[in-house]
């Protein structure tokens, strides 16, 4: 042992009182560790409820949702992929005398209850054809729109040249 001298009843008893100081600190460390646990797991439940509620809801209104979407938008629900919006456009472009060199598909984007689907079309026409193109799309489809349009000419005897990208937005079914 490491003392060699038998300690007095007074010292024995500060060891004991040293000892349980020590020890309530350590317990009095570990439940305010336990507390703040259990305060940031209860902060998380709280905002998940939170979200389950507003996810519930939406699901609720789903019914009020696909018909408001399907009077704004009653074309669109025929877009059910990217193969079909391509379709469409080319039908459209067909339709209002547009010619176009190239078209192509972009990713389709997942936003929430929608879907975006995205083409991206070069044509080298007179802007007539261009604008009876944009026309037309825009009066047949609802929830189809333009992002982006580029129009140049190298020179006044060339036709212009149009780079656009078509989104079109669909609610999941």
Same mark, same amino acid.
């Given at each position: 042992?490491?003392?060699? !001298?038998?300690?007095?009843? #007074?010292?024995?008893?500060?060891?004991?009182? =040293?000892? /349980?100081? +020590? $020890?309530?600190?350590?317990?009095?460390?570990?439940?305010?560790?336990? !507390?703040?646990?259990?305060? #940031?797991?209860?902060?998380?439940?709280?905002? =998940?409820? /939170?979200? +389950? $509620?507003?996810?519930?809801?939406?699901?609720?209104?789903?019914?009020?949702?696909?018909?408001?979407?399907?009077?704004?938008?009653?074309?669109?629900?025929?877009?059910?992929?990217?193969?079909?919006?391509?379709?469409?456009?080319?039908?459209?472009?067909?339709?209002?005398?547009?010619?176009?060199?190239?078209?192509?598909?972009?990713?389709?984007?997942?936003?929430?209850?929608?879907?975006?689907?995205?083409?991206?079309?070069?044509?080298?026409?007179?802007?007539?054809?261009?604008?009876?193109?944009?026309?037309?799309?825009?009066?047949?489809?609802?929830?189809?729109?333009?992002?982006?349009?580029?129009?140049?000419?190298?020179?006044?005897?060339?036709?212009?040249?149009?780079?656009?990208?078509?989104?079109?937005?669909?609610?999941?079914?």
């Amino acid at each position: 042992m490491i003392f060699k !001298k038998k300690l007095t009843k #007074r010292e024995l008893l500060l060891w004991q009182v =040293s000892i /349980a100081v +020590v $020890l309530v600190i350590a317990a009095d460390v570990l439940v305010r560790q336990a !507390k703040a646990a259990f305060m #940031r797991l209860d902060k998380e439940i709280n905002l =998940s409820e /939170a979200e +389950v $509620l507003k996810m519930q809801s939406v699901i609720e209104n789903k019914g009020v949702l696909e018909s408001a979407y399907a009077k704004i938008s009653p074309d669109s629900v025929t877009i059910k992929d990217a193969d079909s919006f391509l379709k469409m456009i080319a039908r459209f472009a067909k339709s209002s005398g547009l010619n176009i060199r190239n078209m192509k598909a972009n990713a389709v984007q997942e936003k929430g209850l929608f879907k975006v689907y995205s083409v991206e079309i070069e044509s080298q026409q007179p802007i007539m054809s261009l604008a009876k193109f944009l026309d037309v799309l825009n009066e047949e489809v609802k929830g189809v729109g333009i992002e982006r349009l580029q129009i140049s000419a190298q020179n006044q005897k060339e036709l212009p040249k149009a780079i656009l990208t078509v989104n079109a937005l669909t609610f999941e079914q």
